[in-house]
């Protein structure tokens, strides 16, 4: 009786069309698996990653973006994270549109921006995968930052999708910039993590890993990141960017901590290219 009594209630004002918009903005439906890695992100400390344990890629990142980026121009930061680099673009006059498809991360973003004074210039900010944009207008963006998305998306066609939507958000001549992990980073982490499991996971390295890439973000399941190899990342990019730069954020010497943050793949390289 007092589900029935509830779900009459609830009826009205959708027929009404009263309510049924604002859930609609809210909750925006993701696919299962873009869900999945939002709640797996909703659950680690990525807010602060860069600052505490890879400052060399913030590092590097930070100088490509100052030297590419001229301001003030209108971004959009798909997997903002933390918003370390929303906030120094909006420090320097961006507009930004945050996406991503954890809540707390983009909570984390969206408070960042606030504390330093800058929430005025957030154009929007939703939970959206890369791959459904649909809440940016075409053409109304001159940098897409797309450093996260696509590295947890599975299929080629997925990846497509979210460098297609990037693509549509920009103006002409508008910039990317992407970022992939290397297949090799992962070697990288088991070498130094426990080298012995390199002779035993044999054939996982020599089939699944070099094939398709896709591994999961935790023991026993399901695949949820995706690694890639620098001629794949240009050739998926090169569908609709002419690259201007490809940079390497990593090396053997860039994390701050030891053993344990090597069970953390990060991003190994990114692609800046133009929209043609
Ligand atoms: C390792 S973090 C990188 C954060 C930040 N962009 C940086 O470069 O430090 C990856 C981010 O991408 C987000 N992400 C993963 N898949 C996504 C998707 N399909 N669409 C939008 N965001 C996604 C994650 O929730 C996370 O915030």
Redesign the pocket.
């Known amino acids: 009786m007092i589900g029935m009594h509830h779900h009459r209630s609830f009826c009205k004002p959708f027929a009404s069309g009263s309510i049924l918009p604002l859930i609609g903005a809210k909750f925006r439906y993701l696919e299962p698996s873009?869900d999945d890695?939002?709640r797996f992100?909703d659950q680690i400390d990525?807010a602060i990653?860069?600052e505490a344990e890879d400052p060399i890629?913030y590092a590097i990142?930070l100088r490509y973006l100052q030297r590419y980026i001229p301001d003030p121009v209108t971004v959009a930061?798909?997997?903002?994270?933390?918003g370390?680099?929303s906030e120094l673009l909006a420090r320097r006059g961006c507009r930004l549109h945050l996406?991503?498809?954890?809540q707390r991360?983009l909570d984390a973003a969206v408070a960042r921006l606030d504390a330093a004074g800058l929430g005025s210039q957030i154009e929007s900010q939703r939970r959206?995968?890369?791959?459904d944009l649909s809440h940016v207008p075409t053409a109304s963006c001159d940098v897409v930052?797309l450093?996260?998305?696509l590295y947890?998306?599975l299929t080629t066609s997925e990846r497509r999708q979210?460098i297609g939507e990037a693509a549509r958000l920009l103006r002409h001549d508008g910039l990317i910039f992407a970022?992939g992990i290397n297949v090799l980073t992962y070697l990288r982490n088991i070498l130094a993590d426990d080298p012995e499991e390199f002779g035993w996971r044999r054939d996982f390295f020599l089939g699944q890993l070099f094939i398709d890439g896709n591994i999961a973000l935790q023991p026993k399941q399901p695949a949820a990141m995706h690694l890639t190899t620098v001629a794949e990342l240009r050739a998926e990019l090169g569908t609709a960017f002419e690259e201007i730069t490809l940079v390497g954020v990593e090396s053997f010497a860039s994390k701050i901590v030891g053993r344990r943050a090597y069970l953390h793949a990060?991003?190994a390289s990114r692609l800046c290219c133009k929209k043609f």
């Open positions: 873009h890695v939002g992100y990525e990653r860069l890629e990142t930061d798909v997997g903002v994270g933390g370390q680099y996406a991503d498809v954890s991360l959206a995968s890369a791959t930052l450093l996260g998305p947890h998306l979210a970022a990060t991003p």
